[in-house]
């Protein structure tokens, strides 16, 4: 199966975060019909329930190629013209994964071994299967994450904090809001507040941005609400500590803020050849290093068009990339070996 045959294939399966178990049957299945024929060996590994990532080795493995299975809601399927794949998922990230495969079957065409692949579950919410393979590393020096990036090398990536903002009130009728205390007001006097609080910048990275996601709260338009909650995700450049406490400072006691995710700002390796770029999005790579290896990031497909209704990948981007993941694979062997 090609590059495109597989990504179509792949991206008719359903895989919204949680629901990951049937393209990952999928993918073992392909990838024990890979290494029958080449003395690879295939694996699951267990995460819960029935979601489990995927490991596939050649010798042992000294570089990794890894991504995720699970996509954002709703879910749609694929099709394609002379230039394009659509559907959820085409570029994030199975799409990648179609290109991991086939420089897979490349390598081991050209007798190259030590290398391998890892599909993982629960990227598009909390790394659940990146955390429970981090605990079982397979010896890998090097791990090789595919996001989109345009097959453009990343050299750092942003971080990522996540906060709930949750306040409290008392219930009263809205005929006498004297007799209540509205979580509603002041869950927006908190984050009017935290919205003035100045961003730090990166030389590299760029600025640290602010996005709050989410607003819930009250009961009825006639009852002063007695509960509130918003989901603020913020995009860090640096010490996240300097933001957990401008915006603590900032709320002062309106409403209490719960941290939900912490990932760092990222730095990454580099090889020859691919152009490189600085990403904006968090991956699993935090969580899978240092235990599978130095980070690398590299994939097809534009970010600007996942998690949209216009999600595509280019199909010259899956050919190259195929070629890219060898490449590079076929370099950090190498480098390893020196």
């Given at each position: 199966?090609?590059?495109?045959?597989?990504?179509?294939?792949?991206?008719?399966?359903?895989?919204?975060?949680?629901?990951?178990?049937?393209v990952?049957?999928?993918?073992?299945e392909?990838l024990?019909?890979?290494?029958?024929?080449?003395?690879?060996?295939?694996?699951?590994?267990e995460?819960?329930?029935?979601?489990f990532?995927?490991?596939?080795?050649?010798?042992?493995?000294?570089?990794?190629?890894?991504?995720?299975?699970?996509?954002?809601?709703?879910?749609f399927?694929?099709?394609?013209?002379?230039?394009?794949?659509?559907?959820?998922?085409a570029?994030?990230?199975?799409?990648?994964i179609?290109?991991?495969c086939?420089?897979?079957?490349?390598?081991?065409a050209?007798?190259?071994?030590n290398?391998?692949?890892?599909?993982?579950?629960?990227?598009?919410r909390?790394?659940?299967?990146?955390?429970?393979?981090?605990?079982?590393?397979?010896?890998?020096?090097y791990?090789?994450?595919?996001?989109?990036?345009?097959?453009?090398l990343?050299?750092?990536?942003k971080?990522a904090l996540?906060?709930?903002?949750?306040a409290r009130?008392?219930?009263?009728?809205?005929?006498?809001?004297?007799l209540?205390?509205s979580?509603?007001d002041?869950?927006?006097d908190?984050?009017?507040?935290?919205r003035?609080?100045?961003?730090?910048?990166?030389?590299?990275?760029?600025?640290?941005t602010?996005n709050?996601?989410?607003?819930?709260?009250?009961?009825?338009?006639?009852?002063?609400?007695?509960?509130?909650?918003?989901?603020?995700?913020?995009?860090?450049?640096?010490?996240a500590?300097?933001?957990?406490?401008?915006?603590?400072?900032?709320?002062?006691?309106?409403?209490e803020?719960?941290?939900v995710?912490?990932?760092?700002?990222?730095?990454?390796?580099?090889?020859?050849?691919?152009?490189t770029?600085?990403?904006?999005?968090?991956?699993?790579?935090p969580?899978?290093?240092?235990s599978?290896?130095?980070?690398?990031?590299?994939g097809?497909?534009?970010?600007?068009?996942?998690?949209?209704?216009?999600?595509?990948?280019?199909?010259?981007?899956?050919?190259?990339?195929?070629a890219?993941?060898?490449?590079i694979?076929?370099?950090?062997l190498?480098?390893?070996?020196a």
């Open positions: 199966m090609n590059v495109v045959e597989l990504t179509r294939a792949l991206v008719d399966i359903e895989s919204v975060t949680g629901n990951e178990h049937a990952a049957r999928y993918l073992h392909y024990c019909r890979v290494a029958a024929g080449s003395g690879g060996r295939v694996e699951k590994m995460v819960e329930g029935e979601r990532n995927v490991f596939a080795q050649w010798g042992e493995p000294v570089v990794t190629l890894s991504t995720h299975t699970d996509t954002v809601p709703p879910f399927s694929s099709r394609e013209d002379g230039d394009w794949i659509d559907g959820r998922g570029c994030d990230a199975k799409g990648i179609a290109a991991m086939g420089a897979a079957e490349k390598l081991i050209g007798g190259v071994k290398f391998g692949l890892l599909f993982v579950v629960g990227e598009e909390n790394s659940t299967g990146a955390l429970a393979a981090a605990k079982t590393p397979r010896g890998s020096r791990l090789v994450n595919g996001e989109p990036t345009e097959n453009k990343a050299v750092a990536s971080g996540r906060f709930e903002i949750v009130g008392q219930m009263a009728h809205s005929a006498y809001p004297e209540g205390v979580a509603i002041a869950l927006l908190a984050l009017e507040a935290i003035r609080v100045p961003l730090p910048q990166d030389a590299v990275l760029g600025p640290c602010m709050i996601g989410t607003i819930t709260g009250g009961r009825a338009p006639n009852v002063v609400a007695d509960a509130a909650m918003a989901e603020i995700l913020v995009r860090t450049v640096g010490d500590n300097v933001v957990r406490d401008a915006f603590s400072a900032a709320i002062n006691g309106r409403a803020m719960k941290e995710l912490a990932v760092p700002a990222m730095q990454f390796e580099r090889v020859d050849g691919p152009a770029t600085v990403v904006s999005f968090t991956t699993d790579v969580s899978l290093c240092p599978w290896g130095k980070p690398l990031l590299i097809p497909g534009s970010i600007r068009v996942a998690h949209t209704a216009e999600e595509r990948v280019s199909k010259k981007e899956l050919v190259e990339a195929v890219i993941y060898s490449n694979v076929r370099e950090l190498a480098r390893g070996a």
